[in-house]
């Protein structure tokens, strides 16, 4: 079973940046497709951004241009840089595989507040 650790939030002021990252545990993290999600409170999960195994990313239109998807495989990692960020990004943030996701982490808290 896969386990998933996503760390990198914190908080920060609307305009700021965070890069979070997410560590697969797991010999064949490579070969899937992995995606940054996020939930707010009161709302359901959302994709806002998606990697294929050979690095070719995807994003969710409130998130296009201002955030950044990569992975290194080599490391079982995949990250997402924030820049410019909006009060609507505050959100728990979770990484996993696209299909057939595997057990959810315990996500990274982001807040932009002023």
């Known amino acids: 079973q896969v386990q998933l650790v996503e760390s990198g939030g914190g908080l920060v002021q609307p305009g700021g940046s965070l890069r979070l990252s997410c560590a697969a545990s797991?010999?064949?993290?490579?070969?899937?497709?992995m995606g940054w999600y996020r939930q707010a409170p009161g709302e359901q999960r959302e994709l806002v951004a998606s990697i294929t195994s050979s690095g070719t990313p995807n994003y969710a239109d409130s998130v296009k241009g201002r955030f950044t998807i990569s992975r290194d495989n080599a490391k079982n990692t995949v990250s997402l840089q924030m820049n410019s960020l909006k009060f609507e990004d505050t959100a728990v943030y979770y990484c996993?595989?696209?299909?057939?996701?595997?057990?959810w982490g315990q996500g990274t808290q982001v807040t932009v507040s002023s």
């Open positions: 797991g010999s064949m993290f490579r070969i899937y497709a």
């Open positions: 996993n595989r696209i299909s057939s996701p595997w057990s």
